[in-house]
C-alpha cells in the first residue's frame, strides 16, 4: 500500500461502516445465572453478520473453515490488505469483558508495528469507540487494536500506530512463538485495556469491531483464523 493511502486505513474503516449502511447490527444477547453476554461476532453466523469487506490494498482472503474442530474464519493474504467490519452498539462499561478465540499459523517474521513500512499482522480484532461521523463530516474516534505478532514488540505493550498516531493504539497481546499454530482463548478487561491505552475511562460505546490480517509491507505469508467472539456484561 502506499503511504498515501496508509495513513487513513483506520479512519477508512469507521467511515464505511457508517456510509455502507445506516441501521446498526444488533448483536445476539445471551444470559444465565451468571450474568449475559453480548456476541461480537461468531463464524458460526458470519452470513448473518452482515460483514463489509474493506479493501485497501488486493483482497486478503476471508472464508468458513473447520480447523482443530472448530468453525473460523481463515484470513491469508497475499501483498494485501483488507479487512472485514460490522457495525455493532456496545456499551463497554456495562459489558466491561471482552473474550475471543484466535489461531496463528503463519506470522510475518519481519513485520514491526511500531514501523511504518513493516506495519503488517497476522491477526488483530480493532474496536471503535464512539460515531466516526459521516462522509460528510467525518471524525476520528479512539480505536483499541488487540494484535497477535511476531516477538519483536513484548506481550502487553501499547503501540501507538505510525499512520494514525493518538487514534488507534495497538496492545500486543500474543507473540510468542511456541503458541504458533494452536488455538488460544483470550479474556481481557476493556475497561482496564482502553485506560492502558488511551490514560483514561472509555467514555462512548463500542460501534464497530474489525478483524483484520494483511502482508503488504513485508509481502510474508501470513495465516490466521477467528473463532467466536464476545463481550461479558455484569448483572
Known amino acids: 500500500m502506499t503511504r498515501v493511502c496508509r495513513p487513513i486505513i483506520v479512519y477508512a474503516i469507521a ?3 457508517w456510509a455502507c449502511g445506516t441501521s446498526t447490527t444488533t448483536p445476539p444477547h445471551h444470559a444465565d445465572r451468571f450474568g449475559s453476554s453480548i456476541d461480537l461476532f461468531d463464524p458460526a453466523n458470519a452470513i448473518a453478520d452482515a460483514w463489509r469487506h474493506l479493501k485497501f490494498r488486493g483482497k486478503s482472503t476471508y472464508r468458513l ?18 479487512g472485514l467490519i460490522r457495525r455493532i452498539d456496545v456499551d463497554p462499561k456495562r459489558c466491561p469483558r471482552i473474550e475471543w478465540s484466535w489461531r496463528v499459523d503463519q506470522v510475518q517474521e519481519s513485520a514491526d508495528i511500531r514501523v511504518r ?24 474516534v479512539p480505536t483499541l487494536r488487540y494484535v497477535w505478532t511476531n516477538d519483536r514488540v513484548k506481550r502487553e505493550a501499547v503501540i501507538d500506530n505510525p499512520y494514525m498516531k493518538g487514534t488507534v493504539r495497538s496492545l500486543v497481546v500474543r507473540n510468542e512463538p511456541d503458541l504458533i499454530g494452536q488455538w ?4 481481557r478487561d476493556l475497561r482496564r ?24 509491507q513485508t509481502s510474508e505469508p501470513v495465516t490466521a483464523f477467528y473463532g467466536p467472539a464476545k463481550v461479558i456484561c455484569d448483572r
Open 15 to 17: 467511515l464505511c461502516a
Open 65 to 82: 473453515a473447520v480447523v482443530g474442530g472448530r468453525i473460523a474464519i481463515h484470513a491469508g493474504a497475499n501483498g494485501s490488505a483488507s
Open 117 to 140: 513500512d513493516r506495519e503488517d499482522v497476522a491477526a488483530s480484532i480493532f474496536l471503535l469507540f464512539g460515531d466516526p461521523g459521516f462522509l460528510s463530516s467525518p471524525v476520528s
Open 184 to 187: 488460544v482463548t483470550e479474556q
Open 193 to 216: 485495556d482502553y485506560k492502558k491505552a488511551f490514560g483514561a475511562d472509555p467514555k462512548a460505546s463500542i460501534s464497530a469491531v474489525a478483524i483484520f490480517t494483511d502482508n503488504d
